[in-house]
């Protein structure tokens, strides 16, 4: 019985440790992409710079219209990633 409970606790842990593991990953390409924008010279402070969220969440992002611009330029290049540097030919909306 106590084996068994071992067993099952070092299981949890370690799927724990999985799953913290992949967070900040996750983070970090966000984080990327903000530290890229600064880079090159663009006011990009947080992440509601492109997003509407303080921090998005995998599975659950909304873009502003900055976003929603980038991920079409995307789109429309068809390539994998968004390059900060299409920003350059962004028009604020009035």
Known sequence: ????KRIVAAAFAGG????????????????????????AGFA??????????KLPKKGAVTHNDRGKWLVAQKEAKKVKAIDVTWLKDYVVPK
Do not use: D, R, Y
Not at 1 to 4: N, S, T, V
Not at 23 to 30: D, I, K, R, Y
């Open 16 to 39: 724990l440790g999985v799953s913290l593991a992949l967070l900040p990953g996750t983070a970090q390409a966000t984080l990327e992409i903000q530290k890229k924008a600064k880079e």
């Open 44 to 53: 990009a402070t947080n992440c509601q710079f492109c997003h509407n969220e």
């Open 1 to 4: 019985m106590k084996k068994a």
